[in-house]
């Protein structure tokens, strides 16, 4: 399963209640202003850092770079269009809007 959030987890909740729904190794990507959540040293590092122990999560490099981020959690993989697509084509996927 893959669960994509696009939402700023500092106005919404969508990444929180992801988190709390996805199943163990279930994946989770992070885009447009969801790749907020990935940045390091946020107030959600250490609620990312606990996810990546049960979870893979991915980050969508041209959201980071257009929002100005460049360092991110520990753990989270940063990905291009082209493995974005391959999480869709290997994944049914959940959106959590």
Not at 16 to 41: H, M, N, P, R, T
Not at 56 to 71: F, Q
Request: aromatic share 6%; proline share 3%; net charge neutral.
């Amino acid at each position: 399963m893959l669960h994509t959030v696009n939402k700023s987890p500092f106005s919404h909740n969508n990444l929180e209640s992801c988190l709390s729904f996805a199943k163990e190794k279930d994946a989770i990507l992070l885009y447009e202003d969801g790749v907020l959540g990935a940045q390091a040293g946020s107030k959600l590092e250490s609620i990312i850092k606990e996810a990546l122990k049960k979870h893979t999560i991915c980050a969508l490099k041209e959201d980071l770079n257009a929002r100005g981020i460049s360092k991110t959690v520990g753990g989270i993989k940063v990905i291009g269009y082209p493995e974005f697509v391959d999480l869709v084509v290997e994944h049914k996927v959940v959106p959590w809007l």
